[in-house]
């Protein structure tokens, strides 16, 4: 069966909501293909619809699927293909799900700078997603008091990104457009 297949075969058990089997699957993938990010991104993706469906731990809580792992193949997909964007923002986001929001704000910076080193290379949607989930991230963690120090030192973060989000080449070209008098 080709790798194609494989994958085709692993993206159907996710339509179906058979994310377990899904990873199975994207992990025998990965054993026989190391080089190839797609059975890492794949496996990890699966990973992060089961937890969000299903949650993540189990009748004595604990971790049903290992976070790190998670993180770790994300990580591995992203550097075989750096160029990728969705490899790069969905390492990203995992790394806000997991609570990790100064990592993910790094990793947000590479994928602004890969989309202004590759002209082909669109991030606006994922800089937009962004915001938006770094602002949920932030407020349940500071309990919605945004005069935290937490939320004070990443909520200018997050609105840079939806700036960026919305196709404005910067804060200051967006600054533009609100200060111009008519």
């Known amino acids: 069966m080709s790798e ?3 994958i085709t075969i692993a993206a159907q058990h996710i339509t179906k909501g058979d994310f377990m089997g899904a990873m199975e699957i994207f992990e025998n993938h990965v054993n026989e293909n190391p080089k190839d990010p797609a059975g890492y991104h794949g496996w990890a993706e699966a990973a992060m619809f089961e937890i969000q469906e299903n949650g993540n731990f189990d009748e004595k809580g604990n ?9 770790s193949y994300l990580r591995k997909a992203a550097g075989l293909e750096p160029d990728n964007a969705e490899y790069q923002a969905a390492f990203a986001n995992a790394l806000v799900e997991f609570d990790r929001v100064p990592m993910a704000v790094r990793e947000y ?3 602004i700078e890969l989309g202004k080193k590759i002209e082909d290379v669109d991030v606006s ?8 989930q770094l602002i949920d991230s ?8 945004r005069s935290e120090q937490f939320a004070r030192q990443f909520i200018p ?4 990104f939806a700036i960026l989000g919305l196709g404005f080449s910067s804060v200051e070209e967006a600054m533009e ?4 008098e008519e």
């Open 4 to 6: 194609e297949d494989i």
């Open 63 to 71: 971790d049903r699927i290992n976070e790190g792992k998670v993180q």
């Open 109 to 111: 910076k590479k994928l």
């Open 125 to 132: 949607f994922h800089l937009y997603e962004a915001a938006k």
């Open 138 to 145: 932030i407020d349940v963690k500071v309990g919605y008091d």
């Open 157 to 160: 973060v997050a609105i840079e």
């Open 177 to 180: 457009y609100l200060s111009t």
